[in-house]
């Protein structure tokens, strides 16, 4: 494969550039109640506008403490991140 097929995306939060098959996607959905919130989407299937994240707790402590996701996912307001915070851990304890 040439390096300029390669489909690059950046992280949210650490900023570095990286592979989709690398980093986590994620979009904000209506909850409901008025809520915005971020959930994971690790098929990649969900419909709307994604960012993109390493599925690390450091990355994702980096983009919520940026305010990142409201950015990148061009929303307004605060926005629920406990789904992808719960992925992510989840994540972390089957790698250690």
Request: glycine share 10%; hydrophobic share 35%.
């Amino acid at each position: 494969m040439r390096p300029h097929d390669v489909s690059l995306r950046t992280c949210v939060g650490c900023r570095t550039r990286a592979t989709r098959q690398e980093l986590l996607r994620v979009v904000a959905i209506d909850s409901g109640e008025g809520l915005t919130e971020v959930v994971p989407d690790p098929d990649r299937r969900r419909p709307g506008r994604g960012a993109h994240l390493h599925p690390t707790p450091a990355c994702l402590a980096l983009a919520l403490r940026r305010r990142a996701f409201p950015r990148a996912l061009r929303v307004s307001g605060r926005l629920a991140s406990g789904r992808v915070e719960e992925y992510v851990a989840g994540l972390a304890g089957e790698q250690q």
